[in-house]
Nanobody, 124 residues
């Protein structure tokens, strides 16, 4: 059982930055693909970014390309989401997710484990 704990959310002004962290409990973390999703009020949860176990491949939703960067430190069992040039439409609860194997996975159903989420609020 992999436990995921997100942190780093908060309230920032438009144009600002935040870095989210997701700490995994599982010692096999370095074999997992990690994903970030978000859910805004009244909307469905959507894919934001993912990173393969080695960190060699990253994938992003079009809405965050060029502004968000996903990275990981396998030695610390941690994945990060650096978010720059934040916009009010980025306001959402951000979730970290994990699954075994490597590749491009953008659907919620493709992930086995989820964190509890962290709130990100961007003011205009």
């Amino acid at each position: 059982q992999v436990q995921l704990v997100e942190s780093g959310g908060g309230l920032v002004q438009a144009g600002g930055s935040l870095r989210l962290s997701c700490a995994a409990s599982e010692r096999t973390f370095n074999t997992n693909t990690m994903g970030w999703f978000r859910q805004a009020p009244g909307k469905e949860r959507e894919f934001v970014a993912s990173i393969t176990w080695s960190g060699s491949r990253t994938y992003y939703a079009d809405s965050v390309k060029g502004r968000f960067t996903v990275s990981r430190e396998n030695a610390k069992n941690t994945v990060y989401l650096q978010m720059n040039d934040l916009k009010p439409q980025d306001t959402a609860i951000y979730y970290c997710a994990a699954r075994g194997g490597t590749g491009y996975f953008s659907r919620q159903a493709e992930y086995n484990y989820w964190g509890q989420g962290t709130q990100v609020t961007i003011s205009s």
